[in-house]
Structure formats: structure tokens, C-alpha cells
């Protein structure tokens, strides 16, 4: 048997190997829109479900990746409050001083930096024990405006098809050229053992 009819068969299968993984790859995109041959519906994976998709990643993320409860309890926290504390007493040390004495001359004659300092103190007691409720009643309230399956759903499934491939394909680019040598590696496995098997039967 001559050289060219083992070496041929085996490149054949590489190359078949190597050519369905790539038409598989591009029909998780293409066609975008459907068409009928011999009563088949033939569109793209990522088209044809996208409003499904949009769902199911709009349920992930409402249900999974983001909680309301933790981030109620990184924002009631009492540690954010004392970061803005140096803030929030320069903005209520500056309504006593001055806005007390723009707004009301005469009480301001009544007002000393004792009374001052003991007012701030207070007001910023109050603030520590107002901030978690006012905090936790904000988050409460957000949670029922706020529907986040419902705005993921909409954004994804508003994507066009052109961006969501794009998107995909910056994620998984290497991934889907390593599919294709693995399919041509198999392929020419395939194209070998078939060879091999040839050669030795009668």
C-alpha cells in the first residue's frame, strides 16, 4: 500500500476533527436568526435561549451572588460610622457655631463652647444609635424597589446577539482554541487507529 493512502485518511480525520468543533463552537451563536430547511428550525444556542438565559442569570444573582441581608449588615455596621464620625462632627460643630448664630443672634449670646461641646456629644450619641435603624430601614426599602432579577433579566436579555458573543469570546477565546486542537487531535487519533486497523487486515 502506497505512503499517500495511510497519511491522507489520517489528515482527513484530523481535519474533520478540528472543522466540527469549530462549527459547533460557532453555532452557539450563529445563525442569530432562525431559518427552516426540510422543516428543521436551525438558529444558534445563545439566541434561541437568550430570554431564558436572561432568567436563570437574573435568579443566580438575585438569589446567589447578591444578598440584601449582607450587605444590610456591612452597612449598619458600626465601623462605617466611625469612619464618617471626624466628618459628621466637623458638619454639626460648624451648625453650632455658625448657623445656630445666623439663624437665632440672640440664642446664640446663651450658647458657650461648654454648652456647644455638650450639644455635639449628644447629637452624635443620638447619630450612633439612629444610624443602624435608619441604615437597616434604607436597606428594607431598597430590597422591595429594587428588583435586581427583574433589571439583570432585561439587561441580558436586551443584549444583541453581536455583543453577547463578543463578550464571550474575550472570556473564553483561548478556551475555544484549545476546543478546536482538541478536536483536531482527536480527529487524527481517530484517522490513525482507523489506519492502523486497515494495515493489518487481510
Given at each position: 500500500?502506497?505512503?499517500?493512502?495511510?497519511?491522507?485518511?489520517?489528515i482527513?480525520?484530523?481535519?474533520t476533527?478540528?472543522?466540527?468543533?469549530?462549527?459547533?463552537?460557532?453555532?452557539?451563536f450563529?445563525?442569530?436568526?432562525?431559518?427552516?430547511?426540510?422543516g428543521?428550525?436551525i438558529q444558534?444556542?445563545?439566541?434561541?435561549?437568550?430570554?431564558?438565559?436572561?432568567?436563570?442569570?437574573?435568579?443566580?444573582?438575585?438569589?446567589?451572588?447578591?444578598?440584601?441581608?449582607?450587605?444590610?449588615?456591612?452597612?449598619?455596621?458600626?465601623?462605617?460610622l466611625?469612619?464618617?464620625?471626624?466628618?459628621?462632627?466637623?458638619?454639626?460643630?460648624?451648625?453650632l457655631?455658625?448657623?445656630?448664630k445666623?439663624?437665632?443672634?440672640?440664642?446664640?449670646?446663651?450658647?458657650g463652647?461648654?454648652?456647644?461641646?455638650?450639644?455635639?456629644?449628644?447629637?452624635?450619641?443620638?447619630?450612633?444609635?439612629?444610624?443602624?435603624?435608619?441604615?437597616?430601614?434604607?436597606?428594607?426599602?431598597?430590597?422591595?424597589?429594587?428588583?435586581?432579577?427583574?433589571?439583570v433579566?432585561?439587561?441580558?436579555?436586551?443584549?444583541?446577539?453581536?455583543?453577547?458573543?463578543?463578550?464571550?469570546?474575550?472570556?473564553?477565546?483561548?478556551?475555544?482554541?484549545?476546543?478546536?486542537?482538541?478536536?483536531?487531535?482527536?480527529?487524527?487519533?481517530?484517522?490513525?487507529?482507523?489506519?492502523?486497523?486497515?494495515?493489518?487486515?487481510?
Open positions: 500500500m502506497h505512503w499517500a493512502q495511510y497519511i491522507i485518511p489520517v482527513v480525520s484530523a481535519f476533527g478540528w472543522i466540527t468543533t469549530w462549527i459547533a463552537i460557532k453555532m452557539l450563529h445563525p442569530r436568526k432562525p431559518f427552516r430547511v426540510a428543521l428550525t444558534g444556542i445563545f439566541p434561541k435561549n437568550q430570554q431564558l438565559i436572561a432568567q436563570k442569570l437574573g435568579q443566580v444573582v438575585s438569589k446567589e451572588l447578591i444578598s440584601f441581608a449582607e450587605i444590610e449588615q456591612k452597612v449598619t455596621n458600626p465601623d462605617n466611625k469612619k464618617l464620625r471626624p466628618e459628621i462632627e466637623k458638619h454639626i460643630d460648624g451648625f457655631r455658625d448657623k445656630i445666623e439663624s437665632f443672634p440672640l440664642l446664640s449670646v446663651f450658647i463652647e461648654k454648652t456647644i461641646n455638650q450639644l455635639k456629644q449628644a447629637f452624635l450619641m443620638e447619630l450612633e444609635s439612629l444610624f443602624p435603624v435608619l441604615m437597616k430601614s434604607y436597606m428594607n426599602k431598597l430590597e422591595q424597589d429594587l428588583d435586581l432579577e427583574k433589571i433579566t432585561e439587561k441580558v436579555a436586551g443584549f444583541s446577539s453581536e455583543k453577547l458573543e463578543h463578550i464571550l469570546d474575550q472570556i473564553t477565546k483561548k478556551e475555544f482554541a484549545f476546543l478546536e486542537i482538541i478536536g483536531a487531535v482527536f480527529g487524527f487519533l481517530i484517522g490513525l487507529l482507523q489506519v492502523t486497523i486497515q494495515a493489518f487486515l487481510p
